[in-house]
């Protein structure tokens, strides 16, 4: 059964070209919610608070994991229903890779929140940090840091100016078997480096000559002088049908594409697996200046996370989405959701068309959904978005705390601003995000909608509680209205909109319909029948704002009387 949605609650908050209503000072929680919304069930862990939380479309409460621990960073729920979460007792709980995102364990917790089997990785050498991925054999991809010295480093062609902390943080990846928790396969960043800065070391050659390396002496924003923390890989994606493993670096604009098929051995080599590449990179896209191609206006990427393919079955899948956080980007700050169609050679081998001397492919995103404005949407850090089975796209703005959901259309249809601030407490409806540390204090690294009919939510009791946010309005009243196929609807006309005094309803194929005139805070003001295909409600006494009208309980549209 098709689903057609229609919410109505209490404070919607909207714009209109020329127009703002911000209903009794709405700050979070849910702020809008209209037909056409994929209907399920969104997760997110707060990054400052040590609580996971799972709300449903009206924004309430429907299930919650408590921890000691903060996230570090991702989190996903199994079909077996349990929750897998990064975890972290604090960024300073390894001074040595005391960085934003790094983690320190990762859990399976069921639904009581019992830990069932966890494995942890950080002491004075190496520490996982932000995100993970699961294989379809349950096995675990995770990127981490590993320290290197500054003798290291030198011996490996690093420009000794560039070492003003004196240590390397280098990154790698480790899969990990939950069963025996063993690590069973590794891939080191180090094991395939380039330099053309001295030429006694092993390594020393023509950037240009080898996109598949990675330039030692890269730097680029925070680590423009050298900074330990060289890459900063935010997130990780696998792709079984070809064995792939697609990583993303945040400081260096850019994301990368390596081959999983590869032994230990063959990884850390430049042969071996189905690419016939070992470790190498087969793909790097975003900033071609990385490996000496090009120019800046051949650059694409000014910060990005959550770069990931498209899961199969879904609109656009096998395609690469990534949140565009643009950090200094052309035309100003803003952040944009952008889609690339990787240049697949073959799928075979799992290569990608490269020409000697240009830069990989293609010259520019597929599609790019940005604000109008643009600087209405813009995080610059942290934030993902997610594809959705109807072809909306969900969109965390991590720096903000705000989920919004896009419809094919570029329209948002759902929106909530995350009230869970530092150290877990929860926000009044109408207060202000506070700042903590010069940031908003209700940054969220990433949040995924469920839909309903997911397998890891079968056995949960979904009755809904109430919203997360204190003080919320009482009645809060939430309506979600299922009907048959939405097709069958009679099309309706509503004229004039914006409206002033009168409301003309056309639906000549429905002439016995009851039309119900709602406002912002969910209240019926005005009840008519539609008689002959035709009505006209008289609305020259209310007040300007957003109203709604529902026909039959089964279709909506928004209309906005003005003055």
């Not at 240009?208 to 924003?221: R, V």
Request: hydrophobic residues 35%.
């Amino acid at each position: 059964m098709k689903k057609t949605l229609l919410i109505i609650f209490p404070f919607f908050f909207f714009l209109f070209p020329g127009f703002q209503l911000t209903a009794q000072n709405q700050t979070v929680g849910l702020l809008n919610y209209e037909a056409g919304s994929f209907n399920g069930y969104t997760l997110f862990n707060p990054i400052r608070s040590t609580s996971t939380y799972l709300i449903d479309n009206c924004g309430r409460l429907v299930h919650e994991w408590q921890s000691n621990l903060t996230p570090g960073n991702s989190t996903m729920i199994l079909e077996n229903g349990n929750l897998l979460r990064t975890a972290s007792s604090g960024i300073m709980s390894n001074p040595v890779f005391a960085f934003g995102g790094g983690g320190e364990r990762i859990q399976e917790v069921d639904q009581d929140g019992n830990v069932l089997w966890e494995f942890i990785y950080s002491d004075s050498t190496h520490r996982m940090h932000h995100d993970f991925v699961r294989m379809p054999n349950g096995n675990l991809l995770m990127p981490a840091w590993e320290l290197k010295t500054a003798e290291e480093a030198i011996e490996a062609g690093r420009d000794t100016n560039l070492l003003p902390d004196g240590v390397l943080w280098a990154e790698f990846i480790i899969e990990v078997e939950p069963a025996t928790g063993q690590i069973v396969w590794e891939w080191h960043l180090w094991d395939h480096l380039i330099q053309d800065f001295d030429s006694t070391k092993n390594n020393y050659g023509t950037v240009a000559d080898h996109p598949e390396l990675f330039d030692i002496n890269l730097t680029g924003g925070p680590t423009i002088s050298g900074n330990r923390n060289q890459v900063h890989i935010n997130s990780i994606d696998y792709n079984p049908m070809m064995d792939q493993i697609l990583i993303n670096s945040f400081f260096l604009s850019e994301f990368y594409i390596i081959d999983h098929s590869t032994t230990t051995a063959q990884a850390a080599g430049h042969s071996g697996g189905i690419s016939g590449r070992g470790g190498d990179f087969l793909y790097r896209w975003g900033n071609p200046q990385n490996y000496d191609h090009g120019t800046a206006e051949d650059r694409t990427i000014w910060g990005a996370h959550n770069a990931h393919w498209i899961p199969d079955g879904l609109p656009d899948a096998g395609k690469i989405m990534y949140f565009h956080n643009g950090n200094g980007r052309p035309g100003g700050s803003h952040s944009s959701i952008d889609i690339i169609v990787p240049p697949v050679d073959d799928y075979q081998t799992g290569l990608y068309i490269y020409q000697p001397g240009v830069p990989f492919g293609p010259t520019a995103p597929e599609w790019s959904y940005v604000a109008d404005p643009p600087e209405n949407f813009y995080s610059n850090f942290l934030s993902g978005a997610q594809r959705l089975p109807n072809g909306n796209t969900l969109i965390c703005s991590g720096a903000n705390g705000r989920f919004f959901e896009i419809n094919t259309d570029n329209e948002i249809v759902w929106e909530y601003i995350n009230p869970v601030i530092n150290g877990g407490m929860i926000l009044s409806q109408g207060d202000t995000i506070p700042l903590f540390a010069g940031r908003n204090a209700n940054i969220v690294f990433r949040c995924t909608r469920y839909g309903e009919d997911y397998p890891g939510l079968a056995n949960y009791d979904l009755s809904p509680g109430d919203p997360i946010e204190l003080n919320f309005p009482d009645p809060y009243t939430c309506e979600i209205i299922s009907s048959t196929t939405e097709g069958n609807l009679p099309e309706i006309n509503i004229f004039p909109n914006p409206a002033r005094n009168f409301i003309e309803i056309e639906m000549p194929q429905l002439p016995d319909a009851t039309v119900t005139l709602y406002n912002s805070l969910g209240q019926p003001v005005k009840k008519a029948t539609l008689k002959t295909g035709r009505l006209t409600l008289d609305v020259s006494g209310f007040s300007p704002g957003i109203y709604f009208i529902k026909i039959n309980d089964t279709k909506a549209a928004k209309i906005l009387i003005g003055k």
